[in-house]
Nanobody, 123 residues
């Protein structure tokens, strides 16, 4: 059974930083592209960042580009999202995602989802 377990969310002041982690099990982690999505109240789930299986390619939504870094440790079956210069509009539930290719930038191509971790940025 595939499990993606996010951690690292919380309450942070605007301008602060957070590092989200997603620990994967039940899948050959190094064969999967991994990503992060987020969903704010009343809004649709949106793409945040993705990383190829090797870590050699990364993609970011314009809204987080320059403020976020996605990385992975295949030895630990974990993907990370380092976020800095956080803004109140970054407030959302952040979801870890796994898929076969970087097409997971589109939610339809995500094969596995985590349960999410709440990030709240206060002004």
């Amino acid at each position: 059974q595939v499990q993606l377990v996010e951690s690292g969310g919380g309450l942070v002041q605007a301008g602060g930083s957070l590092r989200l982690s997603c620990a994967a099990s039940g899948l050959t982690f190094s064969s999967y592209a991994m990503g992060w999505f987020r969903q704010a109240p009343g809004k649709e789930r949106e793409f945040v960042a993705a990383i190829s299986w090797s870590g050699g390619n990364t993609y970011y939504a314009d809204s987080v580009k320059g403020r976020s870094t996605i990385s992975r440790d295949n030895a630990k079956n974990t993907v990370y999202l380092q976020m800095s210069s956080l803004k109140p509009e970054d407030t959302a539930v952040y979801y870890c995602a796994a898929g076969n290719t970087l097409a997971i930038k589109v939610a339809d191509f995500v094969r596995h989802w985590g349960q999410g971790t709440q990030v709240t940025v206060s002004s």
